[in-house]
């Protein structure tokens, strides 16, 4: 059982390839594929000291046995570390390890590790070559695909970035096995909502599904078809607007609201997932208020969060007229206007400005 899926691009189109068990067959993977990716001799995998113990040596076997000659760089592990002193750990590696213009970094993590590992791989030598290979659920769907690479500024989220494609994704679902249960429920978040926005068909089939809140009511099939439709959803509009300047804003569904409820809980209460979840129920009530989609639509979504375990409502003590000053400092703010992405239905959206704060304000009091 294995889907690839292609990311068509101008420049440097790539697979993402789903393949079980491809952890131990990444050396091959990469030498094999069928339009090989000629990478050069040297790798430097990256990742973090509880990824690495659980699959780090297998992918190095693995790289080693292709006739890669392979080294690698531990980062601590969390968000907090997601910070421009810790990508110099990674390009001390690349200095130490004399990585050339031809070489490769893999980033073997979360969206932690593969947004560093892809920004050091952006600006070592002006561009080396960046394979990801997600281990959490949410970058699998998400953040391993679409080139959006970065750190942290202390006072902001991924304000310091760049966009550096893949050039290859390789999906192992078997890892998602040792993901703590908060992680993978934040993943399906995502899955959710390329649902809403994108995919009718997928949010039918979780609402067919039995059980969703944890990985071990999920049969393989299920699961191989939840990720081939969440990254051909991610996939096609990546590829119809590779840097943001239109469709892939609607991406950001949920994630307006979602950023102000996750930053002023100080990134401590809710995790992004679940910080999204939250944004997807609040966004969801406003399109029945602006007659988008109906107020069955709106709670076949709020069933669907609740069946997966998120939260659908906001943190405790949350003061509503700090989450609409907060949408002012959204990185989507346009000519001082919000953007929001609200659903038309079932697997349709659309970005809109003319949101107002009164409505905001009226469904947030509801939550
Ligand atoms: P994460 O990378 O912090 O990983 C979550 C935790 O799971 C970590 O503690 C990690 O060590 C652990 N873990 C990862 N894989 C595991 C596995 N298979 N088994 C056991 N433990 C495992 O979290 P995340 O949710 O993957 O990523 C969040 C980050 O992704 C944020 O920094 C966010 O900004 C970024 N992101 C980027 C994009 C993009 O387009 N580039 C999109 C969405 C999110
Ligand atoms: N995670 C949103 C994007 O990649 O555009």
């Not at 993943?187 to 039918?204: H, P, R, T």
């Not at 609402?207 to 959803?233: F, V």
């Not at 990134?267 to 939250?278: D, L, M, P, Q």
Request: charged share 20%; hydrophobic share 40%; proline share 4%.
């Amino acid at each position: 059982m294995q889907s690839v899926i292609p990311v068509v691009l101008p420049e440097k189109s790539y697979e993402i390839a789903i393949a079980p068990g491809s952890v131990d067959r990444i050396g091959r993977l990469i030498t094999d594929a069928e339009t090989p990716l000629k990478l050069g001799q040297k790798i430097l995998v990256v990742s973090n000291p509880t990824i690495f113990r659980c699959y780090g040596q297998r992918v190095v076997d693995s790289l080693t046995q292709a006739g890669f000659d392979v080294c690698r760089c531990i980062l601590p592990a969390g968000e907090r570390y997601k910070t421009l002193a810790t990508l110099q750990k990674i390009y001390d590696a690349a200095l130490e390890n004399r990585l050339e213009r031809s070489s490769t970094m893999v980033a073997l993590g979360g969206g932690v590790i593969g947004d560093m590992t892809g920004f050091a791989a952006a600006t070592w030598l002006r561009g080396i070559n960046v394979v990801q290979v997600p281990t959490t659920l949410l970058a699998m769907v998400d953040a391993a695909i679409g080139g959006k690479t970065g750190v942290n500024h202390p006072r902001g989220k991924n304000l310091i970035g760049a966009f550096h494609q893949p050039r290859l994704v390789l999906i192992d679902p078997q890892v998602l096995k040792t993901l703590p249960m908060r992680e993978f429920r934040a993943g399906m978040a995502e899955v959710i909502k390329y649902g809403s926005i994108w995919d009718a068909n997928l949010f039918e089939r979780l609402e067919q599904a039995a059980r969703l809140d944890q990985l071990r009511y999920i049969n393989d099939d299920l699961l191989q078809e939840i990720l081939t439709r969440s990254c051909q959803a991610k996939a096609h509009v990546v590829s119809k607007d590779e840097k943001e300047s239109g469709l892939r804003e609607i991406l950001n569904y949920g994630h307006t609201i979602g950023h102000a409820v996750e930053s002023l809980t100080g990134y401590r209460v809710v995790n992004h997932g679940e910080a999204v979840a939250i944004g997807m129920v609040a966004v969801g009530q406003v399109a029945v208020e602006m007659g988008l989609w109906t107020q069955e639509e709106s709670d076949r979504q709020l069933a669907l969060i609740q069946k997966i375990g998120l939260p659908t409502r906001l943190p405790e003590g949350l003061d509503i007229e700090a989450i609409i000053h907060s949408l002012q400092s959204d990185k989507k703010v346009k000519a001082g206007q919000v953007r929001f992405v609200l659903p038309e239905g079932i697997g349709k959206a659309i970005v809109t400005d003319q949101v107002t704060p009164d409505t905001i304000r009226s469904v947030l009091q509801k939550m």
